[in-house]
């Protein structure tokens, strides 16, 4: 109940004042296993996608917003739990596998996870390469991957800026089945590179971003 009021009030804040253009629900399966993968350009990304998709998706979180002191920190620990997204520690050295481990789990209850692929936020507004965690997730969960394209969300929050009102683009792709796009006979690192490259290409095509040489 917590989480659908949320939810709610959250929605029609983000309704009022970003007037988000959104396509593709329908491409998100109403049960089961399922990944989205998006591009990354603000902090709010992990707020607007949850909000918009039907479905609960869970996303990693750093572990600071579950640790803080005073009213702050006892809202911020409340607000990431209810929207159940998952701590991590950036200073494990384990934190990536974790991180994999803790997202398999929610896939493995039938749940959505979602997931940035390029692994941080880009400073440039190109598409960077994505890490193949995506693809791992996928052929291990044996969950299609949803791609995901955020426009304007930069212009929201700027990093290291104040927040501003911008109008937001959310369009969730075709899933794409990683069971039918690896061929017979690949190897397990050819396919996770394969599969995470089909990936990028379908954010990219719906961004409209320019793919970074790196």
């Known amino acids: 109940m917590t989480y659908r009021f949320l939810k709610l009030i959250l929605s029609l804040l983000v309704l009022v004042l970003l007037r988000p253009r959104v396509t593709g629900l329908q491409n998100i399966p109403k049960r089961g296993a399922v990944i989205l993968a998006s591009n990354h350009l603000s902090f709010i990304d992990s707020l607007l996608i949850p909000i918009m998709a039907p479905r609960h998706v869970a996303f990693l979180a750093k572990a600071e917003y579950w640790t803080g002191k005073g009213i702050k920190g006892r809202f911020s620990r409340w607000f990431f739990t209810k929207m159940g997204d998952i701590p991590v520690q950036r200073d494990d050295p384990r934190a990536g596998q974790r991180s994999l481990e803790d997202a398999l789990a929610v896939l493995q209850r039938g749940g959505a996870f ?96 320019e793919r970074a040489d790196d």
Do not use: C, N
């Open 114 to 209: 979602g997931i940035y692929p390029e692994g941080t936020r880009s400073r440039d507004g190109k598409l960077h390469k994505g890490h193949t965690g995506v693809a791992w997730l996928a052929l291990t969960g044996k969950a299609p991957v949803v791609p995901v394209a955020l426009l304007g969300t930069d212009k929201v929050k700027p990093i290291g800026k104040m927040p501003r009102f911008a109008r937001v683009e959310l369009h969730f792709g075709v899933p794409i089945d990683p069971s039918r796009q690896i061929a017979a006979g690949t190897k397990p690192a050819q396919a996770r590179r394969e599969l995470t490259e089909q990936v990028m290409q379908s954010i990219q095509a719906m961004s409209g971003q």
